[in-house]
């Protein structure tokens, strides 16, 4: 059974930081590219990061670049949100999301993803 399981969230103030993680399981996936989505209430889901199977390649969102980094351990099946200087237009429930790739696959869009965690509440106060 495949599972993707998101940790770390919670409330910080605005400026702070978080660290979100997410656990694979179920299959190998070292080659997947791993995203983290989130979704505000009365939003659609977007993109914030992507990380190639490799993680030598990494894609963010406008809206993180500069405070926000993806990363991988691919030995302990794990993909972590490093999320600095927090802003309360940040609150949303954060995603984990696996693609197994394809010929239409793009990273940015959440159809392109196979897999899905439950999510996890990210809350910054102003």
């Known amino acids: 059974q495949v599972q993707l399981v998101e940790s770390g969230g919670g409330l910080v103030q605005a400026g702070g930081s978080l660290r979100l993680s997410c656990a694979a399981s179920g299959r190998t996936f070292s080659s997947d590219t791993m995203g983290w989505f989130r979704q505000a209430p009365g939003k659609e889901r977007e993109f914030v990061a992507a990380?190639?199977?490799?993680?030598?390649?990494?894609y963010y969102a406008d809206s993180v670049k500069g405070r926000f980094t993806i990363s991988r351990d691919n030995a302990k099946n794990t993909v972590h949100l490093q999320m600095n200087s927090l802003k309360p237009e940040d609150t949303a429930v954060f995603y984990c999301?696996?693609?197994?790739?394809?010929?239409?696959?793009?990273?940015?869009?959440?159809?392109?993803?196979?897999?899905w965690g439950q999510g996890t509440q990210v809350t910054v106060s102003s």
């Open positions: 990380i190639s199977g490799s993680g030598g390649s990494t």
């Open positions: 999301a696996a693609d197994r790739g394809g010929p239409y696959s793009t990273f940015y869009e959440a159809r392109s993803y196979d897999y």
